[in-house]
């Protein structure tokens, strides 16, 4: 997944999560696991991409 993709899914996190006043902490820990998958995948992208 590129930097744009990334970009654009963080954008969609903020637009929904803007103008509430609490955010469950679950829902915190699902956006950061996702952010955090999509580096993996990512660098597993770069890695086999350098590899080859």
């Given at each position: 997944m590129d930097d744009?993709?990334?970009?654009?899914?963080?954008?969609?996190a903020l637009?929904?999560?803007?103008?509430?006043?609490?955010?469950?902490?679950?829902?915190i820990m699902d956006l950061l696991l996702d952010l955090r998958l999509m580096l993996l995948a990512a660098d597993e992208a770069a890695r086999s991409t350098a590899t080859t």
């Open positions: 744009q993709a990334l970009t654009g899914r963080i954008d969609e637009e929904q999560f803007r103008g509430r006043d609490l955010v469950a902490a679950s829902e």
